[in-house]
C-alpha cells in the first residue's frame, strides 16, 4: 500500500513537472479558466474551434486533472486502451484529480 503510494506520488510529480514544462500553453488556458475542454458527458471541445470529439487526449486529460477537473466521464475510460505503463498514468491522473479537487473544497 505505502509503495503504491509512493509510486502515485512520483508519477504525479513527474506528470505536474512535466505536463506544465513541455505542455502548449492553450492546451490549459481553459483549465486556467476554471473551465475544462470536457463536457460532462466525456466530450472534448477544441478550445480554438469550438469543434466537438468523442474523445480528448492524454494530454488533454492531464491539463484538467492538474487542476482538479476532469469529469466523472473521462476518469472512467482514462487508459483503458493502452499498455500497462498507459493505466499507471491514468490511476496517477486521478488521483492528482481527486488530490486537487479536495484541495479546493477545504
Keep these: ?47 480554438k474551434t469550438g469543434e466537438v470529439y468523442a474523445y480528448g487526449t492524454m494530454e488533454d486529460a492531464k491539463g484538467c486533472a492538474f487542476f482538479g477537473l476532469l469529469p466523472q466521464s473521462v476518469l472512467d475510460r482514462l487508459g483503458y486502451l493502452g499498455t500497462d505503463e498507459d493505466e499507471e498514468i491514468a490511476d496517477a491522473m486521478r488521483l492528482l484529480n481527486k488530490t486537487v479537487k479536495e484541495s479546493h473544497n477545504k
Design 1 to 47: 500500500m505505502i509503495k503504491n503510494l509512493l509510486i502515485a506520488s512520483g508519477i504525479i510529480a513527474v506528470l505536474a513537472i512535466g505536463g506544465v514544462a513541455v505542455a502548449d500553453t492553450s492546451k490549459f488556458l481553459g483549465a486556467l479558466s476554471g473551465k475544462c475542454g470536457y463536457t460532462e458527458d466525456g466530450n472534448w471541445i477544441d478550445q
